[in-house]
């Protein structure tokens, strides 16, 4: 089923069952079914504002500029919805967050570099607030494979490796040392080391489980080492 565009009526025009049928019954049943716009109609930034005349609309920058900033969306209604995009992937159109009566939930500019980019926004009586938006976040340097996404600052994501966004958290490498020799209070040893630095340090307690059972006699704290030491009896 089709959407038959709406006639105007004329005085004394007879009114059929064919007519009625596809004016009213047939766009009704049109409309439960589908979500319908019309073909969009293009807007030109003036001054950084745009007036909305229909619920879809392609944006274009102010003579034909490389890139121009959308402050002002004049012509809404509470509870009006609209869906917008750039005509033009060549120019960039920028909605700027609450400069104007534009809001971003991500409280950021959202870029339209891209003619294929959508932003849907509801008119809340005093914004336009942006639902959802196919916009872009400006990169810097040059993420490889594996690398990890930083916000550098409010609006710029930046790749890091892992070393470097460790260096970023303060947070040091793990050590692999069987003996803990450093005594570091900063590193984590890795989990061979610490296998290794057990094995080669267990308690006599620990021997005496492995072992038949011992009645135990004295226990000696070493004044140099501070390792406690349990002997048998009779020792």
Not at 40 to 47: K, N
Not at 149 to 157: E, P, Q, S, Y
Not at 167 to 172: A, T
């Amino acid at each position: 089923m089709a959407w038959t565009e709406p006639r105007t009526w004329i005085i004394g025009e007879v009114l059929t069952k064919a007519n009625l049928d596809a004016q009213i019954r047939d766009n009704l049943n049109y409309l439960k079914t589908n979500i319908a716009l019309e073909a969009a109609s293009e807007l030109t930034i003036a001054s950084g504002v745009v007036t909305k005349t229909r619920a879809h609309h392609i944006i274009d920058t102010e003579g034909d500029a490389a890139t121009d900033d959308l402050v002002t969306i004049n012509g809404g209604a509470e509870g009006d919805v609209l869906l917008i995009r750039s005509a033009n992937s060549a120019r960039v159109v920028v909605l700027k967050h609450n400069t104007g009566n534009i809001w971003s939930m991500s409280a950021k500019d959202i870029t339209l570099d891209n003619s294929s980019d959508y932003s849907i926004l509801a008119y809340s009586g005093s914004k336009w607030v942006m639902l959802s938006s196919g916009g872009t976040v400006n990169t810097t340097g040059a993420p490889e494979s594996n690398d990890i996404a930083v916000f550098t600052n409010a609006d710029t994501l930046g790749g890091r490796s892992y070393s470097e966004l460790r260096g970023d958290l303060g947070i040091l490498p793990s050590i692999d040392e069987d003996t803990m020799v450093s005594d570091s209070a900063a590193h984590v040893p890795t989990q061979q080391s610490v296998k290794a630095y057990l094995s080669a340090n267990r308690s006599y307690v620990e021997r005496l489980a492995a072992g038949p059972p011992l009645t135990l006699g004295r226990m000696y704290q070493s004044t140099v080492n501070e390792r406690l030491y349990i002997c048998k009896a009779g020792v």
